[in-house]
């Protein structure tokens, strides 16, 4: 069973960047799965897909509106995928989740494990 785990700051204001932990246990990231990615809710909403990275690191896809502005990355010492988040907007309040997967999809029904998210608010 692999366990994530989604962590950082919950409240920026808008215009500053944020970055967000998914902590993996059980498994080694660079080996179990192959594609580590992150979504993000809002209440009345489907889970939209973030952007994805294999587990060798060498794969990274993202939603054409966040290109730019979301980076996705792993610290494999750390056993950690994370989620840089740049110019942030009220828009970009939601919930975030890191999910894993055997193959790239951004369809989040197709992912096999998931945290129970974390909350981030853009305010001023």
């Known amino acids: 069973q692999v366990q994530l785990v989604e962590s950082g700051p919950g409240l920026v204001k808008p215009s500053q960047t944020l970055s967000l932990t998914c902590t993996v246990s059980t498994v080694d990231i660079t080996t179990a799965f192959h594609y580590w990615a992150w979504f993000r809710q809002v209440p009345g909403e489907e889970r939209a897909f973030i952007g994805a990275?294999?587990?060798?690191?060498?794969?990274?896809r993202y939603a054409d509106s966040l290109k730019g502005r979301f980076t996705i990355s792993r610290d494999n010492a750390k056993n950690t995928v994370l989620l840089q988040m740049n110019d942030l907007k009220p828009e970009d309040t939601a919930v975030y989740y890191c999910?894993?997967?055997?193959?790239?999809?951004?369809?989040?029904?197709?992912?096999?494990?998931w945290g129970r998210g974390t909350q981030v608010t853009v305010s001023p």
């Open positions: 999910a894993a997967s055997l193959y790239y999809t951004p369809v989040s029904t197709r992912y096999d494990y």
């Open positions: 990275i294999s587990g060798n690191g060498g794969f990274t």
